[in-house]
């Protein structure tokens, strides 16, 4: 079992910054990943970005390439996600999740609680 626990959610302004962090508990693997998704108002979830735990590897939703980055401290078995210039269209529920290196639901084995993120326009 995994457990998840997010942090860093609240409300921004538009062109914000806000930095979400992810703890990761009990039995990990280093050759895992772990990543973010996001479930906007009324919308299915939707991918954000993905980390591997080893080498760093990442991989970003077209929608937040170059806005946000998604880090680990492995030290510590978390993962951040840096969002800058945010966008009302960001607001929604971000979900940390634990599992393959991909971007579908499907290979999430686990799901943090969801953190709140609101970006006011």
């Known amino acids: 079992q995994v457990q998840l626990v997010e942090s860093g959610g609240g409300l921004v302004q538009a062109g914000g910054s806000l930095r979400l962090s992810c703890l990761a508990s009990g039995r990990t693997f280093s050759s895992a990943a772990m990543g973010w998704f996001r479930q906007p108002p009324g919308k299915e979830r939707e991918f954000v970005a993905v980390i591997r735990w080893s080498g760093g590897s990442t991989y970003y939703a077209d929608s937040v390439k170059g806005r946000f980055t998604i880090s680990r401290d492995n030290a510590k078995n978390t993962v951040y996600l840096q969002m800058n210039n945010l966008k009302p269209e960001d607001t929604a529920v971000y979900y940390c999740?634990?599992?393959?290196?991909?971007?579908?639901?499907?290979?999430?084995?686990?799901w943090g609680q969801g953190t709140q993120v609101t970006v006011s326009s």
């Open positions: 999740a634990y599992g393959r290196f991909s971007y579908y639901p499907k290979d999430v084995d686990y």
